[in-house]
């Protein structure tokens, strides 16, 4: 038998086989050797089942003693269509992109030989079915520039595990974005991109349109990554309970002067309190146990009660460790930790202080901790190292089990880790990107296919150290004594320290409903106007300086209710109205996208020659 | 870490100091007491008082040395209607707001988790902001019921 290919097929296999002398052969054995056979096409295979907008290649024998060409169709319409699926001249049958009605369809290949001869096959079309599933480690990671971070990727439910690696969107990444081998060794390029932040993508080679992706964000010596989202509580789906705008980093504990360290992400990034204070129940590999202890003259072991402005509270003892974020390492400095029970809690002063619940487990913080870098370098200072005590103290001796408010001298308060790095100890800088109107699920944000990325922000150490803390053009406010803007004016009405920024407070709470009238939510304690509001607020800082802020305030049940997932709002505004005169604009998170925000550490030269003893904003 | 100093000379002091909170206790109250509370504050916050007189209230001003200041409002009947508070502590509230404390404890012990802002209480019985950052805290509560007619909240500052 003799085999002629007559198709131009690319991908192969339509035959036609013609019918040569074998056939002939048969025939002229039979004695009717003048007739011509009639040309037969079968088609293979005969019937088959294939996904939704998956390929299937047909074969048609044609066995002829002419030369013919075949047509293909599809129940009958030539070339198919898109509802029943196209096959091509070559017999290569694509399936629709979803099931038809009915879901059983003929293909037919036609000769153009005399009386058209045809063979079809019967196609049932089925809903497509995805195994491979892909994850990727670790997920939204960060690294330093010019290091490297070997990713892994699990595929399960096909035999093909093999994947193919990009970097924002790039296969097999670039020089800016960082480079990734065929075994998911990451190779950060030695300067950080902007944004920093880049999408890593593992690709199912089995099944193409599978693939998992993450972020990771390359820092250099003095900046660590920020993370906006709901925090260890995730998106309880209430906007009573859910922490929207939450703001994260990534601290290492130390014991002092040890490289017994422990990783701790997920701690809340608050420009509103002072020092490190972790959970108890998350330091395992640096164990409260083994940190340094804090003790007055007589052995005693310090206690603090941290007041928090929801009237929440946090007990635990002062303890010493080494605090390291990105390249910069704090030795030996107090930070509280929080939980740890070995003295209760003295109820007729620290529990009445705080009268709202103990911040004291992971579900009642919604963090492993907070990290407190405000202006101060003690998050109580001369206050609590004389010898007067005031209502609502917080520091603690308990000798004989008993709980008594105590002096502490300054050097044994919870401080503010950053003022105790070798260098870029005097303050911090807040970036964040801009986010849409309507908010963002989190940062970094990316899709499974690494797209629509929203990069991480940066918590850069230092004001004017380095090349990228430069102060530029930045208005730098003076913080009066009460650490706020000696003056906010909105609408001439005169606030005086009626104001501050802080990335602990979760949206803009301008708490003055009777001079707004902007309306309240009906379910819960945010503003809901009727049409977006932008607030033109005047700032002053106890330098002088001044400055206009513009706060957007949207409605926060239609933020809620059209993305319901989303954590990060620009345009969260606050609170509910009591009645009283509450004369405050309290910047929070929504403030911060977009900016980058300086907050300077009191005691240290502030920059452009401002006086600025009691610490500074700067933005 | 350094060592604190002198504390054994510190011990009569807070031993001192605590006999007086104890002592106290009974006459905690303000929110909602006689005027003549005030005075147990002012023992309690060991701050200077000043008086002022305003059209349809007295206000007693209580500084104490850590710059905090607690302004309790008393109303022509001789009661405290409001009080509030600014400084570098969130004063003890259970002290300040006397037999008002449980709407406070009832409604800050309800939440669940760290939400990230203040807390605000509105309800017919009692109203209640707390705000601020550390070392510069603020608040205020008053007792609708018990507020002067010809007054409103914005008094209370």
Known sequence: MRRKNVSAATRASLLVVMAGGMFLASCGSGGTGNNIPLPVITLSPASASVAAGAPLQFTATVVSSYSTTITWSVNNILGGNSTLGTVSSSGLYTAPASVPNPATVTVKAVSSAETNPSGSAIVTITAPVVNAVVAVAPTDSSTPAGTTVQFAATVTGTANTAVTWSVNGVAGGNSTVGTISAKGLYTAPTTAPSPPTVAVTATSQAETSQSASTTLTLTTSNTAPLYVNFGLNGNTGNPNTASYNGLFTTVTVCLPGTADCQIIPDILVDTGTVGLRVLNSVLTTAPATELGTVRDSAGNQVQECTQFRDTSYAWGPVLVADVVIAGEKAPSVPIQVIGDTTFTVPITSCLSLGSGPSLDTVAALGANGILGIGTSIQDCGLNCAGGQTFSGYPYYICPNDVCQVAPVPLVQQVANPVAFFATDNNGVEIILPSISSAGAPSLPYTNAAGTSLVPAGLLVFGIGTQSNNALGSATVYATDSNGNFSNVVYDEFSFPSGGFVDTGLNALYVLDPHTLGILDCADNPYYCPETPLSLSLTTYGANGASGTVTLNIANADTLFGTNPGFAAFNNLGGARGTGLSTDYFDLGLPFFFGRSVFVGIAGTTAPKNVSAPNGYFAF | ?157
């Open chain 2, 1 to 157: 870490m350094e060592e604190s100093h002198g504390w054994k000379s510190m011990r009569t002091f807070w031993g001192v100091l605590l006999i007086l909170v104890l002592g106290a206790a009974p006459g905690w109250a303000a929110l909602g007491e006689p005027e003549s509370s005030v005075s147990a504050d002012r023992q309690f916050l060991r701050g200077q008082i000043r008086e002022e007189v305003h059209p349809g209230y007295r206000l007693h001003q209580i500084t104490d040395a850590s710059g905090g200041v607690v302004r309790e409002y008393v109303s022509p009947a001789g009661k405290v209607f409001a009080v509030s508070w600014q400084g570098p502590f969130v004063p003890n509230l259970q002290q300040l707001l006397g037999s008002y404390f449980p709407y406070l404890q009832q409604y800050a012990q309800a939440q669940t988790g760290r939400r990230g802002g203040p807390l605000l209480i509105q309800n017919e019985n009692f109203v209640f902001t707390s705000g601020g950052h550390m070392r510069g805290y603020h608040g205020r509560a008053y007792v609708p019921s018990l507020l002067p007619t010809n007054l409103t909240p914005e008094v209370v500052q």
